[in-house]
């Protein structure tokens, strides 16, 4: 069993930066392949990219485009989304997600863990 919790949101304004954490709790964390999402205001879900359990192997969606880092620290059980260049359609609750498989977190469907989110909003 698998815990997460997101932390850093906030608000920021156009261009800004921010990192969020996200913090796990249970067993084998490093045995779990962690990704974020983003849920913005009347959207549907969206995939945002992942790091394997070794932390060597990240992946993202195309929208990223260099603005969104992931990296993890697995002594501290922590994965974190550095994002810059943020613009105000950044906008949104983000959430932090854990499965075996990449291919679930990529697919966004049967994923074992989700946290509960953290909101970011961009001001224009």
């Known amino acids: 069993q698998v815990q997460l919790q997101e932390s850093g949101g906030g608000l920021v304004q156009n261009g800004g930066s921010l990192r969020l954490s996200c913090t796990a709790s249970?067993?084998?964390?490093?045995?779990?392949?962690t990704g974020w999402f983003r849920q913005a205001p009347g959207k549907d879900r969206e995939y945002i990219g992942y790091?394997?359990?070794?932390?060597?192997?990240?992946s993202y969606a195309s929208f990223v485009k260099g603005r969104f880092t992931i990296s993890r620290a697995n002594a501290e059980n922590t994965v974190t989304l550095q994002m810059n260049s943020l613009k105000p359609e950044d906008t949104a609750v983000y959430f932090c997600?854990?499965?075996?498989?990449?291919?679930?977190?990529?697919?966004?469907?049967?994923?074992?863990?989700w946290g509960k989110g953290t909101l970011v909003t961009v001001s224009s």
């Open positions: 997600a854990a499965d075996r498989t990449a291919g679930a977190l990529v697919d966004g469907r049967d994923i074992e863990y």
């Open positions: 249970g067993r084998d964390f490093s045995a779990y392949t």
């Open positions: 790091v394997t359990g070794s932390g060597l192997t990240t």
